[in-house]
């Protein structure tokens, strides 16, 4: 299921070109494995963006699925991800998923930590 933003408050997006990252990175990956979105105390701006392959659905993950990509976060992880977009990116600084977090008030350069 594709959810969007307007439609439900919580929602967390997919774009196109996560949806198709993620699908080419699974490919090399055991049958039926997601890719595990969540987030930890650390990084340089006090939490930090994680990023797992996982093949089993915990109780309480949400589960965004688009074009054949499927992407879990645990609830507690949600809480802190509310509204944001999983996107990916390639440019000079390299290959990567990157999350625009409406939620933080601020992030490091690279992207990969955020503040609230």
């Known amino acids: 299921m594709t959810m969007a933003v307007e439609a439900n408050p919580r929602a967390i997006s997919l774009t196109d070109k996560a949806a198709s990252r993620i699908v080419a990175v699974m490919a090399n990956e055991a049958p039926g494995s997601m890719l595990r979105v969540?987030?930890?105390?650390?990084?340089?701006?006090?939490?930090?963006?994680?990023?797992?392959?996982?093949?089993?659905?915990?109780?309480?993950?949400?589960?965004?699925?688009?074009?054949?990509?499927?992407?879990?976060?645990?609830?507690?992880?949600?809480?802190?991800?509310?509204?944001s977009t999983i996107d990916f990116v390639d440019d000079l600084v390299g290959q990567s998923f990157r999350i625009t977090n409406p939620n933080a008030t601020s992030s490091c350069g690279c992207g990969t930590s955020f503040a609230l």
């Open 38 to 83: 969540s987030v930890a105390g650390g990084g340089c701006s006090g939490f930090q963006y994680v990023f797992d392959i996982d093949r089993q659905k915990a109780p309480g993950d949400l589960v965004i699925e688009r074009d054949g990509a499927t992407v879990l976060i645990d609830e507690t992880s949600l809480d802190l991800l509310e509204g």
